[in-house]
């Protein structure tokens, strides 16, 4: 699992070593005069060497987007850091280099070595997966406490999408919503469903959708991701959760529920039917798509709407966002013929 500590540490190592290759740079000399040594024949050398630590700064700052991700450039990070301060003591044990540089060694190298190592074992770690299989049947997960019975039963049913529900009410008042259950339903007609949970309170998406007939779905992207989440706490009814949560409603086309600006992939849809499910006093809302809104270059010609490009996300459980990354897409199943990657 990725913690924050490891972002923090190559946020820090990336500027680190881009003042320290900027310093190599633009003083060349200043190392060794500190250090007592004689000055190189080809500063430039050392320039050259500012520059990778500078260059390779940047990778740090790209891995502390993901560091679990990006887990190549930590590898290499750490290498150069064990290498370097081998060939340090190489040439103390020879006796060809002052030891007073050995201060570059500790800050440069040294430090590093926990952190970068943990970060990698993090990856080691979650390569593969147990081959213990656990069964936990319903007499059992029934009696886990509340919370952690939820947990366990919502992220069973894998990866779902992310979207942010836009609705208004007869006086105009806008509401926003992340939910994760919306599934394709049919398209012809082009068919969306989603559930309701129950709620012995008032519950505004719904509510809104019943009085004004229409809402709107919106991917949720990176970008928007921590406003996306917040719009599941339970604001009052006369809170707008686009202002509560800084997201921007936007009006289009005269459609009368509010779209999320911020969203890249979205839809106007007009409420087909609500269904209720008698087994757990859900909501079953189907829609229809009226309009889609995306960008121009996540649609190929084909047909096929690019979400990844789009940088639409998924989430498992009510609290675990991912982003989606692509395999590749395979032709339409024959019963004579396997699958072509297209
Ligand atoms: C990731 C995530 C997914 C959610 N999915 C749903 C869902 O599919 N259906 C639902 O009713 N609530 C879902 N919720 C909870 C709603 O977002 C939350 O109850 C919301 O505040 C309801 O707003 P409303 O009362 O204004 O309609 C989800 C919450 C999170 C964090």
């Known amino acids: 699992m990725v913690k924050i500590w490891m972002k923090k540490t190559l946020l820090i190592a990336g500027i680190y070593n881009i003042l320290w290759g900027a310093w190599a740079v633009l003083f060349p000399n200043m190392a060794f005069e500190l250090a007592g040594a004689e000055l190189p024949n080809y500063p430039q050398i050392w320039q050259c060497v500012g520059m990778i630590v500078g260059v390779y700064g940047l990778g740090y700052l790209i891995a502390a987007k993901s560091p679990l991700k990006h887990w190549p450039i930590v590898m290499v990070g750490l290498l150069g850091k064990i290498f370097g301060p081998i060939g340090f ?3 103390i044990y020879q006796g060809t280099f002052p030891i007073k540089f050995g201060w570059n060694i500790l800050f440069n190298d040294l430090i590093w070595w926990i952190p ?31 919370r952690k019975r939820a947990t366990f039963i919502n992220g069973l049913s894998g990866y779902k999408s992310s979207n942010l529900i836009g609705t208004i009410d007869g006086n ?68 707008s959760e686009f ?11 005269q459609f009368k529920a509010p779209f999320v600006a911020e969203s890249r992939i979205k839809m106007a849809v007009e409420l087909v039917r609500e269904e209720k499910i008698i087994e757990n006093n ?18 190929d010609d084909d047909g096929h709407v690019d979400i990844n490009r789009a940088g639409s996300l998924c989430v498992s459980g ?25």
Request: one cysteine or more.
């Open 243 to 253: 202002d509560a949560c800084d997201l921007t409603a936007e009006y289009l086309d």
């Open 318 to 342: 009510l609290d675990t966002y991912l982003e989606g990354e692509l395999i590749g897409r395979l032709s339409y199943a024959k019963t004579d013929r396997k699958p072509q990657w297209i």
């Open 89 to 91: 003591a190489w040439s």
């Open 282 to 299: 859900t909501h079953f809302i189907i829609g229809r798509i009226k309009k889609v809104y995306l960008p121009e270059d996540c649609l």
């Open 172 to 239: 105009g008042h806008t509401n926003l919503s992340i939910i994760s259950s919306l599934f394709h339903l049919g398209a012809s007609p082009a068919l969306v469903g989603f559930i309701i949970r129950p709620s012995s309170a008032r519950r505004d998406t719904l509510e809104n959708i019943l009085e004004t007939k229409c809402f709107t779905i919106n991917h949720v992207n990176k970008d928007i991701l921590e406003q996306a989440h917040q719009t599941s706490a339970r604001y009052p009814q006369e809170v």
């Open 116 to 146: 970068f190592t943990f970060i990698l074992k993090a990856v080691w770690d979650r390569r593969g997966h147990s081959q213990i299989t656990k069964g936990i049947d319903e007499s059992e997960f029934s009696h886990f406490p509340d």
